[in-house]
Nanobody, 115 residues
Framework: VQLQACGGGLAQAGGSLRISCAVI????????MGWYRQAPEKQRVLVAA???????NYADSVKGRFTISRDNVKNTLYLQMNSLKPEDTGVYYC??????????WGQGTLVTVSS
């Protein structure tokens, strides 16, 4: 299984970006997928997650600004990021946990928000 993330880049504060993560390969049933962010010299933290049932969970810092979604036909995970802030800067990693509780990570995509 491979997770290919793309869509990162440079945005100004107040702007928007959408990042995506394509799931490639044969997988067991997906339990949940999510986006994590790792800022420079900081630990990787959960930004948003969505379960197989469609329930979503967001970090307090992004609630009301970010939206996580899945396209089950395209096997792709998205993160729409609006009203971006400089503190949203970091490498965003997509994650997949399958029914066996195995965890898979994408290679990360860099998001930089300038003030």
């Amino acid at each position: 299984v491979q997770l290919q993330a793309c869509g990162g880049g440079l945005a100004q504060a107040g702007g928007s970006l959408r990042i995506s993560c394509a799931v490639i390969g044969n997988i067991f049933r997906i339990n949940a997928m999510g986006w994590y962010r790792q800022a420079p010299e900081k630990q990787r933290v959960l930004v948003a997650a969505v379960t197989s049932g469609g329930s979503t969970n967001y970090a307090d810092s992004v609630k009301g600004r970010f939206t996580i979604s899945r396209d089950n036909v395209k096997n792709t995970l998205y993160l729409q990021m609006n009203s971006l802030k400089p503190e949203d800067t970091g490498v965003y990693y997509c994650n997949l946990v399958d029914e066996r509780r195995l965890s898979f990570w994408g290679q990360g995509t860099l998001v930089t928000v300038s003030s």
